[in-house]
Every structure is written in structure tokens, then in C-alpha cells.
């Protein structure tokens, strides 16, 4: 299983770029790299995906380096809305989420 | 379209008593999970479903049991609570299989709080 290795917490000024980093050494050739978004009382929920270099989307853009040990999940602006735990995932999510591991994640908190 | 459907959102229960927490999903995902989310703590597998009529043990199975008689429900059945249980439980859905469809993204509901006194 590749384990996956994050800040717990992480504090931002409303209107700044938030990086979260995340380690996972032991990355296998089919494994995708997903992370998620969880506010307080609700589900997780897909933010990106990538297999490398660099994925945008309108909520966030994913660096992933040549090597692929480790992803950087870049929030643009963050408001106080962007304040949740943000996971890391590494695993082949496209044939089944069995083998995919939820850390216990960055929590975010956007101060005004 | 209502996606993860998850019922009750919140439940009492007395150790020893029985319940099932329902999951409905409309997406006619082949792939059914539930999690259990403890505080502090990230998300942990308790099992899992790749199709109707196919279920598999995650990493916290003990003292649940789940069936997969359609595409659509996946319900999780405790069978003689425990205090240990008191977790806010997830249900998640997704396509599965090689990539074909979709983003490997996982669906969730949002959640059935359960505490067992």
C-alpha cells in the first residue's frame, strides 16, 4: 500500500495561496494521485486527480514532479469557505478504492 | 439526481441491540464502501462491494455485516452494538474498473452519526 505522508495542520490568510504537500515514496506505476475536501458533519469531496505533472481545475490545481514521491494540491485565494480537512490519496483508484488508505489529512483553517 | 443516500442520520442504540444503516446510491455505480470516521482520525474501511452479489472485508470488519443484493443499496447491518462503535459512519459509491468511466472519484453521503451507550 502506498502511504501517503502530510502536514496535520496548516493555517492561511483569507486571499492566499494555499500549498499542501504530500510524501508517498512508495508510489506503484498504476497508482493515481486524488485528494478530497471534507467540511465539518458532511462527506469527503473530490477535489483532483492526476497521474503526473499537472492537472487544473476550477477549484485547484495538482503539481506532480517527474519522480512522483510526492504532490503539491494548490488552492488559489483561499476564503473562509476553503477551511476543512484536505486528504491525500495514492492508490489505483480506477479499478477500486480497497486498497486506498485516508490518512488522517491536512485540516485547513482560512483566518480573515 | 440524489447521488449517496444514507439513513438514519443519527442514531441511539443500547449495547447489544441490532440495527442496519441503509446506503442507496442512483448512479449505478458497481463499487459500494462504508467507512467509519472516528475523531482526529482520517476514514477506515469497513467493507466493501465491487458489484451485486460480491462483497469483501476492508480494514475494520469486525462486528459488521454487509449484503449486495442490487446495484443500488448496500446496507450495513451491526449486529450486537458496542461502545466501540460510536463512530459517524460513511457510505461511498463509484465506477471501478480500469479507468473506462469516470475519474476513480469517490461519491459520499453525508453520514449517519451513531452512538451506543
Known amino acids: 500500500l502506498a502511504k501517503t505522508t502530510q502536514p496535520i495542520s496548516m493555517d492561511s490568510y483569507e486571499g492566499q495561496e494555499v500549498n499542501i504537500t504530500c510524501s508517498h515514496n512508495?508510489?506503484?506505476?498504476?497508482?493515481?494521485i486524488t485528494w478530497y475536501q471534507q467540511f465539518p458533519s458532511q462527506g469527503p469531496r473530490f477535489i483532483i486527480q492526476?497521474?503526473?505533472t499537472k492537472v487544473t481545475n476550477e477549484v485547484a490545481s495538482l503539481f506532480i514532479p517527474a519522480d512522483r514521491k510526492s504532490s503539491t494540491l494548490s488552492l488559489p485565494r483561499v476564503s473562509l469557505s476553503d477551511t476543512a480537512v484536505y486528504y491525500c490519496?495514492?492508490?489505483?483508484?480506477?479499478?477500486?478504492?480497497?486498497?486506498?488508505?485516508f490518512g488522517p489529512g491536512t485540516s485547513l483553517s482560512v483566518i480573515p | 439526481n440524489a447521488g449517496v443516500t444514507q439513513t438514519p442520520k443519527f442514531q441511539v442504540l443500547k449495547t447489544g441491540q441490532s440495527m442496519t444503516l441503509q446506503c442507496a446510491q442512483d448512479?449505478?455505480?458497481?463499487?459500494m464502501s462504508w467507512y467509519r470516521q472516528d475523531p482526529g482520525m482520517g476514514l477506515r474501511l469497513i467493507h466493501y462491494?465491487?458489484?451485486?452479489?460480491?462483497?469483501d472485508q476492508g480494514e475494520v470488519p469486525n462486528g459488521y455485516n454487509v449484503s449486495r443484493s442490487t446495484t443500488e443499496d448496500f446496507p450495513l447491518r451491526l449486529l450486537s452494538a458496542a461502545p466501540s462503535q460510536t463512530s459517524v459512519y460513511f457510505c461511498?459509491?463509484?465506477?471501478?474498473?480500469?479507468?473506462?468511466?469516470?475519474?476513480?472519484?469517490?461519491?459520499f453521503g453525508e453520514g449517519s452519526r451513531l452512538t451506543v451507550l
Open positions: 461511498a459509491s463509484s465506477y471501478s474498473g480500469l479507468g473506462l468511466r469516470g475519474a476513480g472519484e469517490l461519491f
Open positions: 512508495n508510489i506503484a506505476t498504476n497508482d493515481y
Open positions: 492526476g497521474y503526473k
Open positions: 490519496l495514492v492508490g489505483d483508484v480506477k479499478t477500486s478504492y480497497d486498497k486506498v488508505i
Open positions: 448512479m449505478n455505480h458497481e463499487y
Open positions: 462491494s465491487v458489484g451485486a452479489g460480491i462483497t
